[in-house]
């Protein structure tokens, strides 16, 4: 298997969509859903934080970050903040006191390369590299953003032990939240777990989510031996990890983490995690899903890119429903991708579509003030979009 298949953490799909060139964010005659109000036109964002009050942190392609302001009968203002040198969007996330949190996946470019390309004022005092696997700081008035951990050195420390690429200390962070008492979540897509970050950079580990047993899905097609193949007949059964790309903290005060599903992407295998706040050292199991303090809290989801929550329950957006390894295999119509709302009520959760038709390749939602935000795609012009 070459190295863009054989890889389970997300550094796959983000070379996929580079080399593919997505596609805008578009409306489908046939959906169902009203449509989204685009509210502002960006470059391959990703990074969404909806503050409220119709104000909106994102990140775009080239590590750029910044405020969209809403303005009532007018273009909404896209505010510049700063940037950090990244080749890939970092995830973004408001804590308290006004410090926004960034984070930087494997995807990053060396320091010195980084160093090179760091925008910063010239009245500011000089800024440290960026890098990759890093959780970063920023204050308004700062030149850059400042390291507040290195995820990576933390992960060959923590080995992943249900590993099944042969390189345990991997580490990929996706998906960040901010919490009240000034700590972060971080979940790792490579490592394939949940981690609680402190503001003097100390890590521990909250959760770690194990793999799953797949079958291969039908209707993949033949890969020459040159670019990896053949891959396995359908219904062969595969131990797939789960790659943690998002996180989020519900209405309910838990703290809940998607499942992207590596090699095969098998559709329909990817979970969403309820974990108890304050745990440390648990186990996401599908084997036994409603066991200790990390339980499972919905089923049935393809190639989780992101997580949200409101009042009414948790947003799950999907960066593809047929599977990130359907589109990076050229599938055709695998660029559509899927927002829902999950509702649990009576021991199960219950979920609908948003958005159904209206989504290409997103990679980014959030909630507020009864608004749902959504951004994408992920590489190409795109759009954050606005819809109730």
């Known amino acids: 298997m070459n190295t863009t298949l054989a890889r389970l953490g997300t550094a796959a799909v983000a070379v996929a969509l580079a080399a593919a060139g997505a596609p805008a964010v578009v409306g489908s005659p046939g959906g169902q859903s009203p449509p989204a109000r685009t509210v502002a036109e960006l470059d391959g964002p990703r990074g969404v934080d909806a503050l409220g009050r119709g104000r909106t942190l994102v990140t775009e392609t080239g590590g750029d970050f910044s405020l969209v302001v809403e303005r009532r009968g007018q273009p909404a203002l896209v505010v510049p903040l700063g940037n950090l040198a990244t080749d ?14 960034l984070l930087t996946g494997a995807a990053g470019p060396p320091p010195e390369e980084a160093a090179s390309t760091l925008r910063s004022t010239a009245a500011a005092a000089p800024s440290e590299p960026a890098a990759g696997a890093t959780l970063f700081k920023w204050r308004r008035g700062w030149s850059a953003p400042r390291p507040v951990a290195d995820i990576a050195a933390y992960q060959a420390t923590d080995p992943d032990p249900d590993d099944q690429e042969g390189f345990p200390e991997d580490s990929n962070p996706f998906g960040l939240a901010a919490l009240r008492d000034g700590t972060v979540l971080v979940a790792d897509a490579a490592g394939n777990d949940l981690l609680r970050v402190w503001p003097d950079g100390h890590i521990r580990t ?62 329909g295998t990817s979970q969403v995690w309820r974990v108890r706040p304050g745990t440390t050292n648990a186990t996401c199991d599908p084997e036994h899903p409603r066991r200790g303090p990390c339980r499972r809290h919905a089923d049935g989801l393809t190639s989780i890119i992101d997580l949200a929550a409101d009042r009414h329950g948790v947003l799950a957006l999907e960066l593809s429903k047929a599977s990130w390894l359907a589109f990076e295999l050229g599938l055709p119509g695998a660029e559509a991708g899927g927002l829902f709302r999950l509702v649990r009520r009576h021991g199960h959760t219950w979920r609908k579509e948003l958005l159904a038709g209206q989504l290409v ?22 759009a954050l979009l606005r819809t109730r």
Do not use: K, M
């Open 361 to 382: 390749l997103p990679g980014g939602v959030d909630a507020a003030g009864g608004a749902v935000y959504v951004a994408g795609p992920l590489f190409g012009p795109g």
């Open 88 to 101: 890939f969007p970092p995830a973004i996330a408001q804590g308290r006191h006004g410090t926004v949190f």
């Open 206 to 267: 909250v959760a770690r989510l194990a793999p799953r047993r797949v079958e291969v899905p039908a209707g993949l097609p033949d890969v020459p031996p040159e670019e990896g193949g053949p891959l396995p007949p359908a219904g062969t059964p595969i131990l797939a990890e789960a790659v943690a790309t998002s996180v989020t903290v519900g209405a309910d005060g838990a703290w809940y983490v998607g499942e992207l599903r590596g090699f095969p992407a098998t559709p």
